[in-house]
């Protein structure tokens, strides 16, 4: 290890004055020196380690302190470090320690090379320097291990050592300080004492009007979250206008966290501290200048509707959210059309079809021919499941149609959507109802330009066919499925080969052996040797579905005859088909017919083929 002093050497490397006992704050010493980043990241996650080796009094006193003098690094390694911290309770020596890790100490005994190397002076303990860092991924990392310690400390330990170290976060000269306070007032609340729970209503007050608008998001952030552990009468008295000012805020990104607050300050406070305190800020929101903001909005609607409840819902969330289905940004009106399920689910079963027919349907109508192409397909992802909630003469009479035309519709994504939710609509009314539109569909997602979409309706075969019956699906679907086995991209005909082996698990091995076995043999004769390893490939996973008589008797002969094809590639899948089926077969066809073909491949005289034949003998102890 470059830079780092071996075992070998004692403690040479550390100071030359013999100690071994220095040996490893030596070797640590080196490789975070180094300039490898990786060798000093491997070193820092290995800080847990050379805790336990030094003991708790010495990882107090000298571990810690060099960690303090050496926070400076790439990014990398100190995210490493902040992770490892949190950990740290331990390896300090429990609770009645966990302050060390918090609080600057200046008990470090090291040799005196070391202390020159470390300049020791009186620096921000690790986790505090890291939360101030300008990396953000670095401040989130420690912010949460400074929440995991903060358990660890007793009421009079918090208030000693935690609580202070807040203070002085949030009173930092640089914002980056401020913003990782933010997440910190909520763990060291609720057990502190009233004077000092004081003290940090007032930090947070000041950070949620800081003139920097990264600190105001950060606050507006965790504004819920403070509010979740305040007292009722604070939450009216402090948070409620908070929450009000920060909706109101000249930038965007903090308004638009602000409405993410809403939802928990909504949960802790009556139907008339609601009304009263929070609506009128959140009718502001949802008609907000700044599309972001309303698709915020959209995008928490659920969840807005369960904490203020049904009169405020049916009152105030309904005409906002009929606005938000036809905002004049796609981005809302795409998240909103997503959350119609939802919505209509979370309605109270007294009255709730007769809202939404009257409040909602008209604008779901209006969607499915929308221009944009993101708010079709999200309509398409959740519009099924409206059937179960508005039952089956509903459903045929005014949500029958808008599938169809789903169904049509030129973009592959909203058929897509259809066709992976039709279980929904097959509960109330069967899916016969939709087959002559279904099938033009399927064939037009099977034969799309787009391998992907092609992959996507290869998965959802299955469910088709458990609901059109085996009838339907050999009439109109067997011959789309036998397609895809020679498709040109190699992940279709893998999809296709796994879906044959759902299909038989379906419709049974009977069904297997009359339909689709003897097509796919068929191809053993294809001239494309790529068919003839698909040909392979589907005898490996149907063997295990239809059983041994199917397999002995039809897949068999074919993989055996087909050990004597042209092509290595070939060959040699026939070698490791072998050793697929072998254990379905029995002894006599092991070893009378298996057997022998295996030692004729195992003396090709290509050495892939030689290798895998070799390999099946071994495995199915054919020697």
Known sequence: MAGAAGPGTGSGAAGGDGDDSLYPIAVLIDELRNEDVQLRLNSIKKLSTIALALGVERTRTELLPFLTDTIYDEDEVLLALAEQLGNFTGLVGGPDF??????????????????????????????????????????????????????EHTPVALEAHFVPLVKRLASGDWFTSRTSACGLFSVCYPRASNAVKAEIRQHFRSLCSD??????????????????????????????????????????SVRLLAVEACVSIAQLLSQ???????????????????????????????????AVGPKITQNDLIPAFQNLLKDCEAEVRAAAAHKVKELCENLPIEG????????????????VSDTNQHVKSALASVIMGLSTILGKENTIEHLLPLFLAQLKDECPEVRLNIISNLDCVNEVIGIRQLSQSLLPAIVELAEDAKWRVRLAIIEYMPLLAGQLGVEFFDE????????????????????????????????????????????????????????????????????????????????LPIVLKMAGDQVANVRFNVAKSLQKIGPILDTDALQEEVKPVLQKLGQDEDMDVKYFAQEAISVLALA
């Not at 950060?218 to 929450?243: H, N, Q, R, T, Y």
């Not at 305190?277 to 949802?286: E, F, G, I, N």
Request: with cysteine; net charge negative.
């Open 98 to 151: 966990a302050h060390c890790l918090l609080t600057p100490s200046g008990n470090c005994h090291l040799g005196h090379e070391i202390l020159a190397v470390l300049q020791k002076s009186c620096l921000q303990p690790p986790l505090e320097s890291l939360a101030t860092v300008e990396e953000t991924v670095v401040r989130d990392k420690a912010v949460e291990s400074l929440r995991q310690i903060s358990q």
């Open 476 to 555: 109109k679907l067997n011959s789309l499925c036998m397609a895809w086995l020679v498709d040109h991209v190699y992940a279709i005909r893998e999809a296709a080969t796994n879906n044959l082996m759902k299909l038989v698990q379906k419709f049974g091995t009977e069904w297997a052996q009359n339909t689709i076995v003897p097509k796919v043999l068929v191809m053993a004769n294809d001239p494309n040797y790529l068919h003839r390893m698909t040909t392979l490939f589907c005898i490996n996973v149907l063997s295990e579905a239809c059983g041994q008589e199917i397999t002995t008797k039809q897949m």
């Open 272 to 306: 008339d501290d609601l009304e009263f305190l929070v609506m009128p800020t959140l009718r502001q929101a949802a008609e907000d200048k700044s599309w972001r903001v309303r698709y915020m909005v959209a995008d928490k609607f659920s969840e807005l509707q369960k």
């Open 352 to 367: 709730r079809e007769t809202i939404i027919m009257n409040q909602v349907l008209p604008y779901i109508k209006e969607l």
């Open 211 to 252: 003139d920097t608008p990264m600190v105001r998001r950060a606050a507006a952030s965790k504004l819920g979250e403070f509010a979740k552990v305040l007292e009722l009468d604070s939450v009216k008295s402090e948070i409620v206008p908070l929450f009000t000012n920060l909706a109101s805020d000249e930038q965007d």
